[in-house]
């Protein structure tokens, strides 16, 4: 079962990565929400046979249209995880409803931290998507991992199974991203670039490459129980004042700052002259 990733551009060492990304994540989400630093293991397995009993969440990245990898462990195990986390947060007599939301908060969580493993991985933007309670995995997953948590006052033992269609995508991206592509440099094109070449295209190709720009007002880091609390009305203090100008990024590469403005309804950003 393991052996069939050999076909993909970085083979096994790609679902190595991505597992430990998601066994990593997953005991800092704990950590956060619990206070509690817990253990967990994991290895590959050659068996694609599921035990009874087990429930799955599908985990979906924006790269694909269906569940890019699938977290399976007793139905009893969710129960005790979600109870155990919300606990922690003072609910004490949790109902179902509670228990799975719980759950899937704690999966979409770390389906995130994988995104964004995969987004340093491939210099391209990944998110998490859902993660939603899901059937058995694809007769034809690809690799499958067996992990086991000690979260204290529980014990899971789990396993996570790989999409094929997954990691092809993946695949597609194996190749590191040119100079053009990684943007480590905006340039300005000179206006008459009629014959000029860049990374073996025309400077009439480069001026029409699609970029993601964000607007970034300000960031603040919470555990994911203060997460919890927020409601209609929670206000959250960012790092910094109303009056410092906002950051423009490229691929995660500071551009320029500038003034947040309103344009015919719509935020607008005035670029601000560079700082000597």
């Given at each position: 079962?393991?052996?069939?990733?050999?076909?993909?551009?970085?083979?096994?060492?790609?679902?190595?990565?991505?597992?430990?990304?998601?066994?990593?994540?997953?005991?800092?989400?704990?950590?956060?929400?619990?206070?509690?630093?817990?253990?967990?293991?994991?290895?590959?397995?050659?068996?694609?046979?599921?035990?009874?009993?087990?429930?799955?969440?599908?985990?979906?990245?924006?790269?694909?249209?269906?569940?890019?990898?699938?977290?399976?462990?007793?139905?009893?195990?969710?129960?005790?995880?979600?109870?155990?986390?919300?606990?922690?947060?003072?609910?004490?007599?949790?109902?179902?409803?509670?228990?799975?939301?719980?759950?899937?908060?704690?999966m979409?969580?770390?389906?995130?931290?994988v995104?964004?493993?995969?987004?340093?991985?491939?210099?391209?933007?990944?998110?998490g998507?859902?993660?939603?309670?899901?059937?058995?995995?694809?007769?034809?997953?690809?690799?499958?991992?067996?992990?086991?948590?000690?979260?204290?006052?529980?014990?899971?033992?789990?396993?996570?199974?790989?999409?094929?269609?997954?990691?092809?995508q993946?695949?597609?991206?194996?190749?590191?991203?040119?100079?053009?592509?990684?943007?480590?440099?905006?340039?300005?094109?000179?206006?008459?670039?009629?014959?000029?070449?860049?990374?073996?295209?025309?400077?009439?190709?480069?001026?029409?490459?699609?970029?993601?720009?964000?607007?970034?007002?300000?960031?603040?880091?919470?555990?994911?129980?203060?997460?919890?609390?927020?409601?209609?009305?929670?206000v959250?203090?960012?790092?910094?004042?109303?009056?410092?100008?906002?950051?423009?990024?490229?691929?995660?590469?500071?551009?320029?700052?500038?003034?947040?403005?309103?344009?015919?309804?719509?935020?607008?950003?005035?670029?601000?002259?560079?700082?000597?």
């Open positions: 079962m393991t052996g069939r990733t050999e076909n993909y551009i970085g083979g096994p060492a790609i679902t190595n990565q991505i597992m430990a990304s998601w066994t990593e994540a997953l005991v800092k989400v704990l950590e956060s929400m619990t206070s509690h630093r817990s253990k967990i293991e994991s290895r590959a397995s050659a068996s694609p046979e599921w035990e009874e009993g087990t429930a799955w969440w599908g985990q979906r990245l924006s790269i694909l249209d269906k569940p890019s990898f699938w977290i399976g462990a007793p139905a009893k195990s969710w129960t005790e995880l979600g109870r155990l986390t919300l606990a922690a947060l003072g609910v004490e007599e949790p109902a179902d409803s509670e228990i799975e939301t719980t759950c899937r908060d704690v979409a969580q770390t389906t995130a931290v995104a964004s493993h995969l987004t340093g991985q491939f210099g391209r933007e990944i998110t998507g859902d993660s939603l309670p899901a059937d058995r995995p694809d007769d034809f997953a690809a690799p499958v991992f067996k992990w086991s948590l000690d979260a204290g006052p529980i014990s899971i033992d789990g396993v996570v199974a790989f999409s094929e269609a997954f990691l092809r993946c695949s597609s991206f194996g190749e590191p991203p040119t100079a053009v592509e990684s943007c480590t440099q905006v340039i300005s094109p000179p206006t008459d670039h009629a014959g000029l070449t860049m990374g073996g295209r025309s400077m009439d190709s480069v001026s029409r490459i699609d970029l993601p720009v964000k607007f970034v007002l300000g960031r603040t880091t919470l555990p994911l129980r203060d997460v919890f609390k927020l409601s209609v009305g929670s959250i203090e960012l790092d910094r004042s109303a009056i410092e100008p906002a950051d423009v990024l490229i691929h995660g590469r500071l551009l320029a700052r500038g003034q947040v403005v309103v344009v015919d309804g719509n935020y607008g950003l005035k670029i601000l002259p560079q700082q000597q």
